[in-house]
Nanobody, 124 residues
């Protein structure tokens, strides 16, 4: 079992940066792929970034590619999402999730353990 908890959300202006952190703990945390998802009001949840168990492989959605960077430090039990050049379209509740597999995947069906979410609001 894996427990995840997000932190770092907040209110920023367009063009600014924000860093989200996910604390992942539990017996299999370091062998689980981790992903960040987001859900904006009235929209479906979408995966924005994923990283495999050892940090060697990452994938991003087209909407954040080149602006967001996901990384992990298994020694510290943390996964970080660095978000640059934020726009109002990035406003959403951001979730960290741990998968039941080691490989990085954007498919939510593989993610069993979810955090409560952290709100990111980007003002224009």
């Amino acid at each position: 079992q894996v427990r995840v908890a997000e932190s770092g959300g907040g209110l920023v202006q367009t063009g600014h940066s924000l860093t989200l952190s996910c604390a992942a703990s539990g017996r299999t945390a370091s062998s689980s792929a981790i992903a960040w998802f987001r859900q904006a009001p009235g929209k479906e949840r979408e995966a924005v970034a994923t990283i495999n168990y050892n940090g060697m492989n990452t994938y991003y959605s087209d909407s954040v590619k080149g602006r967001f960077t996901i990384s992990r430090d298994n020694a510290r039990g943390t996964v970080t999402l660095q978000m640059n050049s934020l726009t109002p379209e990035d406003t959403a509740l951001y979730y960290c999730a741990a998968a039941t597999v080691t490989i990085a995947t954007m498919n939510s069906k593989y993610y069993r353990y979810w955090g409560q979410g952290t709100q990111v609001t980007v003002s224009s």
